[in-house]
DNA sequence: TTGTTCATGTCAGTATTTTGACATGGCCAG
DNA sequence: CTGGCCATGTCAAAATACTGACATGAACAA
């Protein structure tokens, strides 16, 4: 047996919980929260252990790169590297050698600290991942970059 | 010809772009982004249309339940209840007649500037739905549905 | 060279959201 | 009846993010 009401793609169902918006929101709702948490006890923001990770990955990215990657504003990222820098985890030189922008670095206490949450973090990921069917992760994965690519301008 | 690193699902890919975290913070980011967009020109935040929705699905419900049901703190949905009840689209009871929760209404004007949005707002969702394989909905549900499930405390 | 255009970094101000704390009302075990 | 416990609403303060604006440097066309 099937439900009384079948679902009707052409129009929003009446129950907001079975939109893709409402469960997107949702779930990214609930990584936010498990990450704040386990980057707590470490003493970093989310924004803060992006930008580590990123820079991990590909160092020399300037501010505008950063803000782009996270998803922020310029002036949000300046804050979060401000933050950083006087924290001594990353550098920045004092005058940029090329153009206006100064590319960033993790110092060796960034990169110490950055290994000292990546377990934490990646457990949060592995939980996520291992709450749906592993044939779906791939499909998963495109969707969401569809979904990404169908909103932006 | 299939990629020459297979993907090993136990650890995450060094790319970060790759990580489910990742496309599910992008993809909700577009979506903030779209949504803002379509809203700005009537008025509204996304709380508040979040709020108004909610409302006009469950009326009565108190300011406790709309923060769990939008995804933020009650004093956040309190300063969002204020913004809606100065604009003249809820009405709240000045006084509680069981416990303290107070139970939010819409008032006419609310249910007009709501249908007044409505048709945008479901515009984004439609965008977004028809960017993936209409088999797949479902399964995207579910799987976000299970995120979320995975990651609640 | 000169002017235009664009991206970047940054300042100031505002808006939004969160954390922390507290008082109040209902519920229930004792 | 009473005390503990929990959910709710709200205040105050801090953190966080945004909008708007401006100056600077690079790239490019005329």
Same mark, same amino acid.
């Given at each position: 047996?099937?439900?009384?009401?079948?679902?009707?793609?052409?129009?929003?169902?009446?129950?907001?919980?079975?939109?893709?918006?409402?469960?997107?929101?949702?779930?990214?709702?609930?990584?936010?929260g498990?990450?704040?948490?386990?980057?707590?006890?470490?003493? #970093?923001?989310?924004?803060?252990?992006?930008?580590?990770?990123? #820079?991990? #990955?590909?160092?020399?990215?300037?501010?505008a790169?950063?803000?782009?990657?996270?998803?922020?504003?310029?002036?949000?990222?300046?804050?979060?590297?401000?933050?950083?820098?006087?924290?001594?985890?990353?550098?920045?030189?004092?005058?940029?050698?090329?153009?206006?922008?100064?590319?960033?670095?993790?110092?060796?206490?960034?990169?110490?600290?950055?290994?000292?949450?990546?377990?934490?973090v990646?457990?949060?990921?592995?939980?996520?991942?291992?709450?749906?069917p592993?044939q779906?992760v791939?499909?998963?994965?495109?969707?969401?970059?569809?979904?990404?690519?169908? #909103?932006?301008?």
């Open positions: 047996m099937n439900k009384s009401v079948p679902t009707d793609p052409s129009r929003p169902a009446d129950d907001v919980t079975r939109h893709v918006g409402y469960q997107l929101k949702r779930a990214q709702a609930a990584l936010r498990a990450m704040d948490k386990a980057l707590r006890e470490h003493g #970093l923001t989310v924004p803060q252990y992006s930008t580590l990770e990123l #820079l991990a #990955l590909r160092p020399g990215m300037s501010n790169d950063l803000a782009r990657a996270t998803f922020v504003t310029r002036q949000s990222g300046n804050v979060v590297l401000r933050g950083l820098q006087e924290a001594g985890l990353i550098t920045r030189p004092a005058t940029a050698d090329h153009g206006r922008s100064r590319p960033a670095h993790l110092t060796a206490e960034g990169h110490t600290r950055l290994a000292a949450v990546q377990a934490a990646y457990a949060v990921e592995q939980r996520m991942v291992e709450a749906i592993p779906r791939e499909a998963l994965l495109i969707d969401l970059d569809r979904i990404a690519a169908a #909103l932006e301008d």
